[in-house]
């Protein structure tokens, strides 16, 4: 089946800073999405991205199919953006998302 | 805006008890899946449905875990009996379509442990 790493796998920052999270995947997929699981265990949907660029505030997500990997960037941190970030990619005929293994993100004040 | 709805939210069992967990999804969403998140581990899929048909439960332990959607709309997921190593949070799905372009939406999952 299809492998889905996601890197670093913790991160500490300090709150106003800058970080990128990298996604890469093993094999061709239909699309892909970011997500962020907070303390509650919520999925909450960020990006819907399977090529291209996308923007969402202080959030922004990029795929490159080609090369099979994405990135989500995060800047001026904030201590709500806690939580753990997913990468998930659809791949399959039924288009069930594989996920990688998370990045733990703990912003300090 | 809509939401996928699951009850319970909290569920403490003992082992060989069984359990049952409910899904509703986003209303129209026609494809329905069951995820498993063991703890510090991304969510991987038990079961999927498209409309009342399963559509991929190769990873569904059979033995014990049983899943229906009867009329295409709700759903439940039961496990019969639990056993320690069911301790998870259990995730609900739903989207659209299957289609390659479909988002997926996650309900705010049901957090099992077994004793």
Known sequence: GIQVEQSPPDLILQEGANSTLRCNFSDSVNNLQWFHQNPWGQLINLFYIPSGTKQNGRLSATTVATERYSLLYISSSQTTDSGVYFCAVAWGYGNKLVFGAGTILRVKS | ?115
């Open chain 2, 1 to 115: 805006e809509a939401e996928v709805a699951q009850s319970p939210r909290y569920k403490i069992t003992e082992k060989s008890q069984a359990v049952a967990f409910w899904c509703d999804p986003i209303s129209g969403h026609a494809t329905l899946y069951w995820y498993r998140q063991i703890l510090g581990q991304g969510p991987e899929l038990l079961v999927q449905f498209q409309d009342e048909s399963v559509v991929d439960d190769s990873q569904l332990p059979k033995d014990r875990f049983s899943a229906e959607r009867l009329k295409g709309v709700d759903s439940t997921l039961k496990i019969q009996p639990a056993e320690l190593g069911d301790s998870a949070m259990y995730l609900c799905a739903s989207s659209p379509r299957t289609g390659k372009t479909e988002t997926q939406y996650f309900g705010p999952g049901t957090r099992l442990l077994v004793l």
